[in-house]
């Protein structure tokens, strides 16, 4: 099961454009299509938001940090801060990552570019100076393999979205099941408090037919056509005219 889906909507396969969200009767103005916390919350600043969890807090972070911020990522980082949850987390280890799991990911390069490469690295070291138990060291070892990392960062690149108040990163379940449409009849209302994304409503913005999917805008409304084609191609492989039926000019 999807959680936080509403009655009268389901996740289905939508051929080429993969899994989608179906209003199965159809939907008036407003009604709540998806209503969940995320997965994980990671805030604008890296360093901050790896020293706020509590294991992480006395872990070597200063190298990947650094590297992320040379390069303009943040998502290396955000790996950290999801396997060290993982580790701790009360729902288990496997649970954890399943959820992450059943995201859609793009198909994974069989070499990882040498950034990537690097942070991993920094990835491990950080884990190794708070995890200082062997047996737990080989099982991070076998586990967070440079495989098991490029899988992390393809899903987060695909799923992640970004709160526009708290320019919070998030990675929802559910709500990664949005396909695109530069028309979307779906948005989210982001739930705030002490300036960290607690939880979103997926509500309809219009009247939606029985059998329709359900859509959010991956851009800004604002964007002009070679925007919106540029982040729509690069970030997600989507041919903004083949795919949405976008005509805006």
């Not at 990552?97 to 040498?114: C, F, G, K, Y």
């Not at 948005?187 to 859509?215: D, H, L, M, Q």
Request: with cysteine.
């Amino acid at each position: 099961p999807w959680p936080g889906i509403s009655p009268g909507f389901a996740v289905e396969n939508f051929g080429q454009k993969g899994r989608g969200i179906r209003a199965i009767n159809g939907a008036n103005r407003g009604e709540i299509v998806l209503d969940l916390e995320p997965i994980i919350v990671f805030p604008r600043d890296l360093e901050s938001g790896l020293k706020a969890d509590p294991m992480l807090g006395s872990a070597e972070v200063y190298e990947l940090v650094q590297l992320c911020k040379s390069e303009g990522i943040r998502f290396p980082a955000m790996v950290l801060l999801m396997a060290s949850q993982s580790l701790s987390s009360e729902q288990g280890f496997n649970a954890y990552w399943s959820r992450v799991w059943r995201l859609n990911h793009a198909t994974i390069a069989e070499e990882m570019h040498p950034v990537y490469v690097k942070c991993h690295m920094f990835i491990m070291q950080a884990l190794f100076s708070v995890y200082s138990d062997d047996k737990l060291q080989k099982f991070l070892s076998a586990t967070y393999t440079t495989r098991w990392f490029a899988r992390a960062l393809n899903t987060l690149h695909i799923n992640a979205m970004r709160c526009p108040e708290t320019k919070d990163t998030v990675l929802f379940e559910t709500g990664s099941m949005f396909n695109h449409s530069c028309y979307p009849n779906v948005v989210a209302e982001w739930e705030v408090s002490e300036a960290r994304v607690r939880k979103a409503k997926f509500k309809t913005t219009r009247e939606v037919e029985k059998g329709e999917e359900c859509c959010i805008s991956y851009v800004h409304p604002g964007a002009s056509q070679e925007e919106r084609e540029n982040t729509l191609g690069f970030g997600y492989g989507i041919h903004c005219r083949t795919f949405c039926d976008c005509k805006l000019d």
